[in-house]
């Protein structure tokens, strides 16, 4: 992983590990088959957004990628490749955000949001039910509508929890200027 710093490397093995712990036991189950809202993506928003792009799809890849295989006893890899898509593009929006400068005011909230919003809608109402087609001879109504529903979900549980723990981590960081010497 060549270019990737030590602390990244940690956050990647460390969040992939979180991914996977929220995926199986804080995700909510929905009425659509194989369907569950997860809070696993808001937590890979704040750690691509931290990280980047590179740490947010390998988050995603190999978060999603364990717990498929050990919820399910193999991997579904239409979807993993679009929580890598995910992690991916949400960690696009890492230097407008700029969160390690303490601030997250409105403009980087909707700025996230329009990013986070973009992306899922990419990956869950296209890429994910288009490769279920392709890959697993799924029935395109069924997929869709899995989509739909993941996506939907996904986009207000990242709008929600997502926008919160960005909001909480910025809050943690020291504004520039912000400390004064005292004589």
Known sequence: M????????????IGSAVFVI????????????????QTSYAFLALMAVVFGPIA?????????????????????????VV?????????????????ESGIMNAKKIITFN????????IGWFVVAPTLDVWIYAEP???????GLVAGASNMVTVGV???????????TRSQSGSLTKEL
Not at 2 to 13: M, Q
Not at 56 to 75: K, P, Q, R, W
Not at 161 to 171: D, E, M, Q, S, V
């Open 140 to 146: 395109a109504n069924k997929v869709f509508v899995q």
């Open 114 to 121: 329009i990013v986070q919003v973009i992306a899922q809608a």
């Open 56 to 80: 947010g799809a390998l988050i995603g890849l190999i978060g999603h990628a364990l717990n498929d295989a050990i919820t399910y006893g193999s991997v579904w890899w239409s979807w993993v």
């Open 83 to 99: 929580s890598m898509l995910v992690g991916f593009l949400f960690g696009l929006a890492r230097t407008k955000i700029d969160i």
């Open 2 to 13: 060549k270019g990737l710093s030590i602390k990244t490397i940690v956050a990647i093995g």
């Open 22 to 37: 929220l995926a199986k036991f804080a995700a909510i189950p929905t009425p659509i088959p194989n369907t569950m809202v």
């Open 161 to 171: 929890i997502g926008t919160i723990l960005l909001f909480a981590y910025a809050k």
